[in-house]
């Protein structure tokens, strides 16, 4: 099973239903960091049973050389779940031999802009079988956390 992505695997991912815990910037490096519960596989249900169950893992989303962060979000439960994560607006950076996109994560509660090179998503533990929701308990996950290191 496959625990890392970049944006090479964009097409292959999707967000729909993610929930977000934390988002973050590290500046010296670059980056935006997401906590999120990122669900590997949908499960059909069981026999006799009528909610799906899910694989899901804490995981972290790691966008890189990115900078111009909007963040327009408005949730009255603190609760953030993603919808979509969209990628658009290719530009080549003047004299590097890099492009930027421009990256939006939409969710049910707004929001979430910005211009970076790429990314790359972890799991920092392995997928657990969650039945009938979508996102994992605190103790489950082992509460938030912004670390980009991957499971071992």
Request: hydrophobic residues 40%; without cysteine; charged residues 25%.
């Amino acid at each position: 099973m496959k625990t890392e992505w970049t944006e090479a695997d964009f097409h292959e991912l999707s967000w729909h239903d993610v929930h977000v815990y934390a988002v973050g910037a590290v500046p010296e490096r670059f980056e935006v960091r997401l906590d999120l519960d990122f669900i590997v596989e949908w499960l059909a249900p069981g026999p006799g049973a009528s909610a799906l169950d899910f694989r899901v893992a804490p995981a972290t989303l790691v966008f890189e050389n990115a900078g111009e962060l909007q963040v327009h979000l408005s949730s009255p439960t603190g609760v953030l779940t993603l919808q979509e994560l969209r990628r658009e607006d290719e530009q080549r950076l003047p004299g590097a031999s890099m492009s930027t996109w421009r990256w939006t994560l939409v969710a049910n509660e707004g929001s979430v802009a910005l211009r970076a090179s790429g990314f790359r998503q972890f799991l920092r533990q392995a997928p657990q079988w969650v039945r009938g929701r979508q996102h994992l308990l605190e103790e489950e996950r082992g509460g938030p956390s912004l670390s980009a290191l991957p499971a071992k």
